[in-house]
Protein backbone atom coordinates (compact mmCIF):
# COMPACT_ATOMS: atom_id res chain seq x y z
CA UNK A 1 0.00 0.00 0.00
CA UNK A 2 1.17 3.58 -1.00
CA UNK A 3 0.82 6.51 0.98
CA UNK A 4 -2.91 7.90 2.66
CA UNK A 5 -5.04 8.44 -0.32
CA UNK A 6 -8.30 10.99 0.28
CA UNK A 7 -10.84 11.00 -2.55
CA UNK A 8 -14.15 12.99 -2.49
CA UNK A 9 -17.50 11.72 -4.62
CA UNK A 10 -19.92 14.23 -5.46
CA UNK A 11 -23.40 12.54 -6.59
CA UNK A 12 -25.15 14.58 -8.89
CA UNK A 13 -28.93 12.91 -9.37
CA UNK A 14 -31.65 13.55 -12.35
CA UNK A 15 -34.48 12.69 -11.11
CA UNK A 16 -36.72 11.43 -13.37
CA UNK A 17 -38.85 9.74 -11.05
CA UNK A 18 -39.06 6.71 -13.98
CA UNK A 19 -40.38 3.17 -12.64
CA UNK A 20 -38.69 0.36 -13.99
CA UNK A 21 -41.24 -2.05 -14.71
CA UNK A 22 -42.06 -5.06 -17.13
CA UNK A 23 -43.51 -4.29 -19.97
CA UNK A 24 -45.83 -6.63 -21.68
CA UNK A 25 -45.91 -5.41 -24.87
CA UNK A 26 -41.55 -5.04 -25.15
CA UNK A 27 -41.60 -8.04 -23.42
CA UNK A 28 -38.53 -6.69 -21.15
CA UNK A 29 -38.24 -4.54 -18.14
CA UNK A 30 -38.56 -0.81 -19.07
CA UNK A 31 -38.60 2.44 -17.50
CA UNK A 32 -42.39 4.22 -16.93
CA UNK A 33 -42.66 7.70 -17.24
CA UNK A 34 -45.46 9.63 -15.52
CA UNK A 35 -47.62 11.69 -18.31
CA UNK A 36 -49.12 13.73 -15.62
CA UNK A 37 -52.79 12.87 -15.59
CA UNK A 38 -54.88 11.00 -13.52
CA UNK A 39 -57.42 8.23 -13.90
CA UNK A 40 -60.15 8.67 -11.53
CA UNK A 41 -62.89 6.46 -10.84
CA UNK A 42 -65.89 6.72 -8.74
CA UNK A 43 -67.81 4.89 -7.12
CA UNK A 44 -70.93 6.29 -5.07
CA UNK A 45 -69.00 8.27 -2.63
CA UNK A 46 -66.44 6.41 -2.94
CA UNK A 47 -62.71 7.26 -5.59
CA UNK A 48 -59.95 5.29 -7.35
CA UNK A 49 -57.22 7.53 -8.87
CA UNK A 50 -54.37 6.48 -10.65
CA UNK A 51 -51.41 7.89 -12.08
CA UNK A 52 -51.12 7.65 -15.76
CA UNK A 53 -47.72 6.21 -16.28
CA UNK A 54 -46.16 5.21 -19.98
CA UNK A 55 -43.09 2.92 -21.57
CA UNK A 56 -40.84 5.14 -22.47
CA UNK A 57 -40.05 2.87 -25.39
CA UNK A 58 -43.36 1.86 -26.67
CA UNK A 59 -45.65 4.09 -25.02
CA UNK A 60 -48.08 1.21 -23.44
CA UNK A 61 -49.58 2.68 -20.36
CA UNK A 62 -49.37 1.96 -16.95
CA UNK A 63 -51.73 3.13 -14.28
CA UNK A 64 -49.86 3.48 -10.96
CA UNK A 65 -52.45 3.57 -7.95
CA UNK A 66 -52.54 6.43 -5.60
CA UNK A 67 -55.89 5.42 -3.86
CA UNK A 68 -58.71 3.31 -3.95
CA UNK A 69 -61.89 3.37 -2.22
CA UNK A 70 -60.77 7.12 -0.80
CA UNK A 71 -63.88 8.63 0.85
CA UNK A 72 -64.75 11.65 -1.45
CA UNK A 73 -65.53 13.38 1.54
CA UNK A 74 -61.96 12.52 3.19
CA UNK A 75 -60.18 14.50 0.35
CA UNK A 76 -59.49 17.83 0.65
CA UNK A 77 -61.28 20.52 -2.21
CA UNK A 78 -57.45 21.40 -2.80
CA UNK A 79 -56.32 17.72 -3.45
CA UNK A 80 -59.70 16.77 -5.46
CA UNK A 81 -59.30 19.72 -8.12
CA UNK A 82 -55.66 18.98 -8.33
CA UNK A 83 -56.56 15.48 -9.40
CA UNK A 84 -59.45 16.68 -11.54
CA UNK A 85 -57.60 19.07 -13.19
CA UNK A 86 -54.18 17.25 -13.63
CA UNK A 87 -52.13 19.38 -11.63
CA UNK A 88 -48.66 19.40 -12.67
CA UNK A 89 -47.10 19.63 -9.32
CA UNK A 90 -49.64 17.42 -7.70
CA UNK A 91 -48.89 14.48 -10.23
CA UNK A 92 -45.08 15.17 -10.05
CA UNK A 93 -45.30 14.94 -6.14
CA UNK A 94 -47.37 11.57 -6.53
CA UNK A 95 -44.19 10.53 -9.18
CA UNK A 96 -41.46 11.00 -6.93
CA UNK A 97 -43.11 9.04 -3.79
CA UNK A 98 -41.73 5.88 -2.87
CA UNK A 99 -43.31 3.09 -4.64
CA UNK A 100 -42.82 -0.52 -3.10
CA UNK A 101 -42.13 -3.24 -5.78
CA UNK A 102 -42.49 -7.15 -4.90
CA UNK A 103 -38.89 -7.72 -4.98
CA UNK A 104 -38.20 -5.19 -2.03
CA UNK A 105 -36.88 -2.53 -3.99
CA UNK A 106 -38.26 0.91 -3.69
CA UNK A 107 -38.76 2.94 -7.10
CA UNK A 108 -38.34 5.80 -8.37
CA UNK A 109 -34.55 5.16 -7.69
CA UNK A 110 -32.71 7.89 -9.14
CA UNK A 111 -30.46 7.74 -11.82
CA UNK A 112 -27.05 9.83 -10.44
CA UNK A 113 -23.67 10.63 -11.81
CA UNK A 114 -20.82 10.96 -9.97
CA UNK A 115 -17.59 13.07 -10.04
CA UNK A 116 -14.70 12.69 -8.05
CA UNK A 117 -11.59 14.62 -7.24
CA UNK A 118 -8.50 14.16 -5.20
CA UNK A 119 -7.90 16.26 -1.74
CA UNK A 120 -4.85 17.11 -0.48
CA UNK A 121 -3.74 15.38 2.09
CA UNK A 122 -3.20 17.06 5.90
CA UNK A 123 -2.25 14.28 8.08
CA UNK A 124 -3.05 10.59 8.36
CA UNK A 125 -6.34 9.31 8.06
CA UNK A 126 -6.01 6.28 10.19
CA UNK A 127 -6.05 4.05 7.52
CA UNK A 128 -4.83 4.05 4.14
CA UNK A 129 -7.75 5.41 2.16
CA UNK A 130 -10.85 7.76 3.02
CA UNK A 131 -13.55 8.45 0.32
CA UNK A 132 -15.35 10.93 0.94
CA UNK A 133 -18.99 10.86 -0.60
CA UNK A 134 -21.14 14.09 -0.66
CA UNK A 135 -24.94 14.02 -1.74
CA UNK A 136 -25.90 17.96 -1.89
CA UNK A 137 -28.96 17.47 -3.26
CA UNK A 138 -29.99 14.22 -0.98
CA UNK A 139 -30.93 12.42 -4.33
CA UNK A 140 -32.29 9.03 -2.81
CA UNK A 141 -29.75 7.05 -3.94
CA UNK A 142 -28.58 3.72 -1.61
CA UNK A 143 -25.40 3.77 -0.70
CA UNK A 144 -24.18 0.66 -2.32
CA UNK A 145 -25.46 1.97 -5.74
CA UNK A 146 -23.27 4.31 -5.56
CA UNK A 147 -19.93 2.37 -4.10
CA UNK A 148 -20.54 0.05 -6.61
CA UNK A 149 -20.59 2.09 -9.54
CA UNK A 150 -17.87 4.33 -8.47
CA UNK A 151 -15.60 1.16 -7.73
CA UNK A 152 -16.66 -0.46 -10.87
CA UNK A 153 -17.32 -3.39 -8.73
CA UNK A 154 -19.98 -6.23 -8.56
CA UNK A 155 -22.85 -5.73 -5.78
CA UNK A 156 -21.66 -9.06 -3.98
CA UNK A 157 -18.27 -8.23 -4.31
CA UNK A 158 -19.13 -4.38 -2.53
CA UNK A 159 -20.64 -6.46 0.54
CA UNK A 160 -17.95 -8.73 0.84
CA UNK A 161 -15.66 -6.00 0.97
CA UNK A 162 -17.68 -4.40 3.84
CA UNK A 163 -18.29 -7.97 5.54
CA UNK A 164 -14.34 -8.58 5.55
CA UNK A 165 -13.40 -4.95 6.95
CA UNK A 166 -12.08 -3.66 3.46
CA UNK A 167 -14.54 -1.04 3.50
CA UNK A 168 -16.12 0.47 6.40
CA UNK A 169 -18.56 3.01 6.81
CA UNK A 170 -17.22 5.76 8.74
CA UNK A 171 -19.86 5.90 12.16
CA UNK A 172 -22.53 3.36 10.57
CA UNK A 173 -23.22 -0.10 10.73
CA UNK A 174 -23.55 -2.09 7.67
CA UNK A 175 -26.79 -1.46 7.00
CA UNK A 176 -25.86 2.01 5.76
CA UNK A 177 -25.50 0.77 2.71
CA UNK A 178 -28.95 -0.41 2.21
CA UNK A 179 -30.07 3.08 2.74
CA UNK A 180 -30.33 6.73 0.91
CA UNK A 181 -26.98 8.45 0.74
CA UNK A 182 -26.77 11.10 3.46
CA UNK A 183 -25.66 14.37 2.72
CA UNK A 184 -22.26 13.93 4.16
CA UNK A 185 -20.76 10.05 4.28
CA UNK A 186 -17.45 8.86 5.04
CA UNK A 187 -15.80 5.51 3.60
CA UNK A 188 -12.41 3.88 4.95
CA UNK A 189 -10.37 1.83 2.66
CA UNK A 190 -8.88 -0.43 4.91
CA UNK A 191 -5.85 -3.15 4.09
CA UNK A 192 -8.10 -6.40 3.69
CA UNK A 193 -9.64 -4.26 0.58
CA UNK A 194 -6.32 -5.18 -1.38
CA UNK A 195 -4.80 -2.82 -3.64
CA UNK A 196 -7.13 -3.19 -6.88
CA UNK A 197 -9.55 -1.95 -4.60
CA UNK A 198 -7.36 1.16 -3.70
CA UNK A 199 -6.40 1.47 -7.41
CA UNK A 200 -9.95 1.56 -8.38
CA UNK A 201 -10.70 4.56 -5.98
CA UNK A 202 -7.68 6.33 -6.64
CA UNK A 203 -8.79 6.31 -10.51
CA UNK A 204 -11.52 8.35 -10.12
CA UNK A 205 -15.29 8.05 -11.69
CA UNK A 206 -15.76 8.96 -15.40
ZN1 LIG B 1 -42.91 -1.11 -23.77
Not at 14 to 35: D, E, K, L, V, W
Not at 61 to 83: G, I, Q
Not at 171 to 189: D, G, I, Q
Request: aromatic share 4%.
Amino acid sequence: MSSFLNVEWTICCSSSAAIRRPCGRCGTTQSFSSMGKFRLNANGSRLDAWLIYSCQCCGRTWNRSVFERKAVASLSKKDLLALQSNDPGFAARIAQAPLICANGDVQPQNDFTLTGRHVPVSGKGGCPGLLVIRNPDLGRVRLDKVLVRGLRLSRNDLHSLVKTGGLRVRNASSKALRRPTPALLMVECHDAAGDEVMRRLRRLPE
